[in-house]
């Protein structure tokens, strides 16, 4: 128990999580090895090479090196994205070991050529061994995980660089330096075993992206490549490390040339262990004790500054020192007094400390001002072609001066003193450039210093902030404040005082703002005048922050606001003579409070809620008990948000109620994920615990534990799992997959997913068994459609299941696929699931797969197993199939089959307390069977229907007497179940329709005015369904909403179809024209309530472009701005295909830059340029591409997948009204072609 709680510990201090041991354990034994082998094989190259070979064609050996890097480099980077990464280094690394192995064979030979091979092919493995450490671990590592770990990770290259360099000299003597490359192959063998224990957990599928994905990333790396060239920061970054780079390879050449003079084979290989054992030590205590405070106070440049200062003091002494031999004992350690000797050993030293520290840190952060999108490829640029062309230009310099313009080991210090001084211009420079970078990016929003850990403490950074303060970019303005408020010490209040002068309203507010918690003397005088500010948000403001210095001197002008007529400023006065008034300011508000709490109008009683909620006493919430049942709405909506506000958990329980309501269930949801979720999370819990008892509530707990999004909300809802009905699973589902989307570090049990997928097993092969019997049988076919459909929600769900312990899109997409008609898409799809899965898992979804998309039944009617599935199903919780059950039960055909089970049957249905009335049942039945007939309803199931059909009021009509008139707005259809009625306009007769028929239909969609008079012509019966009920139904099944709108897009697609087989084109969709300033200020409004990644023009194209889009031009403006920062931007060279006819359908796109064509085959459809769009009708029903589009331009576009559509935009109700109503006009508009 106390290594336990000692191991807990511990991964605290090194902000390792529970969870990321395992994951963190092995990355740093797998570096730990990389880097001893990396120590071994180069230390045994070194000596066998310089035992046997004059140190002047080490200068060869470079450029061979060099070289060999290149082409290594490119090749690696050619193929890592093909191949599962584990299994890459598999065989790259197998390929190594082996021919390691031959090496070690043959280097007793006596071939001389041998060991100019190992000394270039072993810095070749190396380069390998590191670029696939990296290239793995950013596969396991996600961001959040990286910058908390990778310090931990690192310090293990230092710590097996250290330990091997001092085992060296023990294991020479011991075994000689050629079984040193024994060694060296068998660390590689370690490092791999450790890939494959890490592979088992984190690599489970088999599916890869098709190249196509690796070919869009190449020539998007290719397109843009060249524009590096072009930044001017990039360039200076260029210098600086192609200089340490020929410095570092310089000095290098210089220590073993002095070490070879006095050294040779076994003894030389001992002293290079020692020496990467002592650097190895001081590097690791100046990582970890000084590197980050060393960054942290002086910032980048004394941290770029001090490996070349080293270097050039070390320098300095090579080029001085003479070649005085003389050598001192202290224990094993000798020290060398030969003043040569120390001079290249220190400025070895200096390359071995610094730049894999201090250096390496701070060069990291000279990239920080580039653009997110061009860092990465600056990074790749710099190290993968600078750098070789740096080692290649050094090595050629050392040819040179070794074999045509020959010089002393001691002045080539001198070019080394030279490079070293330019590099320190240059750092100076780019220090400059990195200033003026970081001020026109920042200007941009193009950084965000939480994302990237930058040292806001910097100088340079608190001079940009400071800078930004004097934009007239509002959001820029308030993004430099926020900073700047936390920065400790800071003098904030001269510069708040000059923004309380700014033209934007939000930037008065917000400085009104600060100074209500600083409350500075100097600034009284600037608040006062604020108090005749235009804007009703600024003069609020001001009237809080006078109220905050609590002076008696201003408490008339306070009083004075509350006799406004405006609720929000009498209510501004009211909080702030409660708050920082004391008794006498309760006092003095007190009877205007509860005026406006007895009000009728409703925004008194909204700013009271509001006046709570700025307060923030937890005893003064008893107000909230009655506005949470205020006749209002709205009122309510306020109440809410002001009891999370003050935190007021005696609440909670009458807030869980509004979950009922469709109005105030969003802001519930939202102010429960809001509380302590201490407080909050076990109330929640009960619900779930106990779903059935509380079915109303327990749906909509899985959203607010998807915005609390902790580890324990993830657990909550999967250990009741079990508990809950089928369509709370599915709930259930959704949530955890949303939460483990936005929490990486959210875990769920494997063990238990496994387990509650083989109890979806059992009630899959239930309902199969069910069909099995129930299918020979006839007159049963309502039974028969409603167990199908709980059998395929069931297969539905154990994907969902699967998505959690593989790859979710592969699982995603093999579920559609097996949903596909074509027995050769099923079975490639099957083929997938067995080459995925492993063991028992594999065994069983395969059986179940199979059963599921297999359509052969048993043709022999067997009774006794029917009625006993029969019973059983009954007991199943599902109220559609109970009601189906009891339907049929009825048929006189059951006592045929069996009259002595078909009793038993009926007394079951009678003796169960959920039995339901016969009439209800027929009613129910009865008009899902019409809602069969309508043609937007007919690919629903019964039981959605059966959620419609209790929304259907009886209507009607006497003789004579209309329904509507022609010209009214449509709210609801009707279905004639007896009588007779006429449509007609005007005078002229249309149709007549009787019992069955329909009419009005399109109505619930769209409300557009009718354009038809309907009249009873004889007394009649109809069945009505309003639009409100039809909404409040898809407000809580999203599925029905889902099955509406693929029923109307296939119409949709048929009608365009007949469209263009007559010849006619498509209909262009009438979409308003919306100013591009009008966007802007949407923009301005609503970007500021939604975290985004993006500068406001790139969110500005993607807006207009949206607006182009009719399914999206009446979005309102919030949801518009977080569907343009939701969308993915995808680049395309020209000729490159976007997708294929026939591909699944899963996505849209907008054409932000260049152009594409639409064909079939070889007939050309289209050509669409800028601020264009297809695909959209993919996005909502998933249907194979009707035609392929391939790129005829280098292209850049917008996509939007389907998942992201419906999770962002069917939250709300309204926008899935304004979908369909843009549907239905589509339809209509195509129907008069």
């Keep these: 128990m106390a290594s336990k709680i000692s191991t807990i510990r511990v991964g605290r201090i090194l902000a390792v999580e529970r969870e990321e041991y395992f994951k963190t354990g092995i990355l740093f034994a797998y570096l730990f090895f990389m880097t001893a082998a990396t120590i071994v094989g180069r230390t045994a190259a070194d000596t066998l090479f310089l035992s046997r070979f004059d140190a002047t064609k080490l200068s060869y050996m470079y450029l061979a090196i060099s070289i060999a890097l290149s082409v290594c480099g490119v090749a690696f980077h050619a193929i890592v994205d093909r191949f599962r990464r584990d299994r890459l280094i598999y ?162 050449y210089q220590f073993k040339m002095v070490l070879k003079e006095y050294y040779r084979n076994d003894e030389l290989a001992a002293v290079l262990g020692q020496f990467y054992g002592y650097t190895g030590i001081v590097a690791l205590v100046f990582q970890f004790f000084l590197s980050s405070r060393i960054l942290s106070k002086y910032g980048i440049l004394v941290s770029l500054l001090i490996l070349p200062i080293f270097l050039l003091i070390s320098s300095l002494s090579i080029w001085f020192a003479p070649a005085i031999p003389g050598t001192v004992m202290i224990g094993s350690l000798v020290l060398y007094l030969m003043p040569i000797l120390n001079a290249v050993v220190f400025a070895k030293a200096s390359d071995k400390i610094f730049s894999d520290t201090i250096y390496s840190s701070a060069s990291q952060l000279m990239y920080v001002p580039l653009h997110a999108n061009v860092r990465g490829r600056a990074k790749v640029f710099v190290d993968g072609i600078i750098k070789p062309l740096s080692k290649s230009g050094s090595a050629i310099l050392l040819i040179l001066s070794a074999h045509f313009f020959p010089v002393a080991v001691n002045d080539i210090s001198l070019a080394v003193v030279g490079l070293l001084i330019i590099c320190i211009i240059a750092i100076f420079l780019v220090k400059r450039e990195y200033v003026k970078s970081l001020f026109s990016t920042l200007k941009a929003n193009q950084i965000d210093f939480k994302d990237i850990n930058f040292n806001v403490s910097d100088s340079s950074a608190i001079e940009i902030l400071v800078q930004g303060l004097e934009s007239q970019d509002d959001r820029r303005v308030l993004y430099c404040l926020d900073a700047l408020k936390n920065i400790e010490g800071f003098y904030l209040i001269p510069h708040v005082l000059t923004l309380m002068h700014h033209k934007s309203p939000r930037v008065r507010t917000e400085a009104l703002r600060v100074i209500e918690k600083i409350t500075p003397r100097q600034a009284v005088d600037e608040v006062i005048k604020r108090l005749g500010d235009d804007h009703t948000e600024v003069k609020v403001q001001a009237i809080l922050t006078l ?179 089928p369509y709370l699973r599915l709930k259930i589902l959704d949530s955890l997959a949303k939460i483990q989307f936005r929490n990486h570090d959210v875990e769920l049990d494997r063990d238990l997913i496994e387990k509650w997928i083989n109890l979806e097993f059992q009630e899959h092969r239930f309902f199969t068994q069910t069909l099995n019997a129930a299918k020979p049988f006839d007159g049963i076919a309502i039974l028969i459609e409603s167990v199908t459909h709980i059998r395929h929600g069931v297969f539905e769900r154990v994907f969902k299941l699967l998505g959690f312990l593989h790859d979710h899109k592969v699982i995603t997409t093999v579920f559609l696929n097996l949903s596909n008609t074509d027995k050769r898409v099923q079975a490639n799809a099957v083929e997938v699931l067995d080459n995925m899965l492993e063991g028992e898992l594999r065994t069983s979804v395969v059986q179940i797969v199979n059963s599921h998309i297999s359509h052969k039944f048993n043709e022999e009617r067997d009774a006794i197993k029917f009625f006993d599935t029969l019973m059983a199903a009954y007991g199943k919780d599902h ?88 010209g009214e707005t449509g709210d609801s259809f009707y279905v004639v179940i007896k009588g007779k009625v006429l449509i007609h306009k005007g005078e002229t007769r249309l149709v007549e329709m009787g019992p069955g028929q329909c009419f009005g239909e399109m109505a619930i969609l769209d409300n557009e005015k009718r354009s038809a008079s309907v009249t009873a012509l004889e007394d009649t019966l109809m069945f009505k369904l309003e639009s409100e009920a039809f909404y409040d139904i898809i407000a809580d099944r999203i599925e029905i909403a889902k099955g509406v709108i693929r029923m109307l897009t296939q119409r949709l697609r048929q009608q365009l179809a007949k469209v263009a087989a007559a010849g006619g084109g498509a209909p262009k969709p009438v979409i308003p024209q919306i100013e591009e300033s009008a966007v802007e200020e949407m923009i301005e409004g609503e970007s500021a309530n939604i975290a985004s990644e993006l500068d406001s023009q790139a969110l500005l194209k993607r807006v207009l472009l949206l607006k182009e889009i009719d399914l999206f031009a009446s979005l309102p403006d919030e949801d518009m701005v977080m569907l343009a920062n939701t969308i993915e931007e995808v680049k395309y060279k020209k000729g490159q295909d976007i997708f294929l006819e026939g591909d699944q359908g899963d996505a849209m796109y907008g054409i932000v830059s260049g152009s594409v064509l639409i064909h079939k085959g070889n007939k050309d459809l289209a050509t669409l340029g800028e601020k264009k769009y297809f695909g959209e009708m993919a996005v909502l029903d998933n249907e194979p591409r009707s035609a392929s589009v391939t790129a005829v331009a280098d292209t850049t576009l917008l996509k939007l997948s389907s998942d992201d559509f419906y999770s962002i935009l069917f939250d709300k109700v309204e926008i899935t009204r304004n979908i369909f109503a843009v549907l239905v006009q589509r339809l209509r508009t195509t129907n008069t072609k």
């Design 879 to 966: 109220d559609w199939l109970k009601m189906c059950v009891e339907f049929v039960s009825t048929s006189p055909k059951f006592d045929e089959w069996d009259h002595n089970r078909a009793f038993a049957l009926r007394k079951l249905i009678h003796d169960t307390q959920v039995s339901f009335e016969r009439k209800e049942v027929l009613n129910i039945i009865q008009k899902v069977a019409i809602l069969k007939r309508v043609s937007f309803f007919a690919s629903l199931s019964g039981e959605y229907l059966a959620n419609i059909a209790l929304q259907m009021k009886s209507a009607k009509c006497h003789a004579g007497e209309a329904v509507f008139h022609e």
């Design 91 to 252: 065989a790259v690394t197998g390929g190594m070991i082996l021919a390691v192995g031959v090496t070690r064979i043959f280097v007793d030979s006596g071939w001389s050529l041998m060991y100019p091979m190992i000394y270039v092919g072993f810095e070749v493995f190396n380069f390998l061994l590191i670029l696939q450490f990296w290239t793995f671990t950013n596969d396991v590592l996600d961001t959040r995980q990286a910058k908390r770990l990778i310090g931990i990770i690192l310090s293990a290259g230092i710590l097996g660089g250290m330990i091997s360099g001092f085992s060296i000299k023990a294991l020479v003597h011991a075994i000689g330096t050629s079984n040193l490359i024994t060694m060296y192959g068998g660390l590689m063998g370690l490092c791999v075993i450790l890939v494959r224990l890490l592979a088992r957990r984190e690599f489970t599928d088999t599916v890869r992206e098709t190249h196509s994905v690796t070919d869009k990333k190449a020539h998007k790396k290719a397109e843009e490549k060249q524009k590096l060239g072009s930044i001017y920061h990039l360039k200076l970054i260029a210098i600086i490390v192609s200089i340490i780079t020929m410095v570092l390879m310089f000095i290098d």
């Design 547 to 725: 109220s905050a210095y609590g002076d008696d001197n201003h408490i008339k002008r306070i009083l004075s606001f509350l006799i406004d007529e405006d609720s929000e400023i009498k209510g501004a006065a009211i909080s702030g003579l409660m708050q920082y008034y004391g008794i006498d300011g309760i006092f003095y508000s007190v009877d205007i409070f509860k005026q406006m709490l007895e009000s009728p109008r409703i925004n008194d009683r909204k700013e009271i809620a509001r006046i709570i909620g700025r307060i923030g006493l937890k005893n003064f919430h008893k107000p909230l008990i009655k506005l949470l049942d205020d006749p209002s709405k709205e009122v309510q909506i306020f109440a809410i948000d002001a009891a999370h506000r003050i935190n007021a958990i005696d609440l909670i329980p009458m807030i869980i109620k509004k979950l009922k309501q469709k109005e105030t269930r969003h802001k519930a949801m939202e102010a429960l994920s809001a509380f302590d979720a201490a407080d909050i999370v076990p109330t929640l819990r009960t619900y779930l615990e106990f779903s059935r008892q509380y079915q109303e509530i327990s749906l909509y707990i899985p959203r607010v534990f998807e915005m609390i999004a902790s580890q324990e909300c993830a657990d909550i809802m999967l250990k009741n799992y079990d508990h809950a009905g």
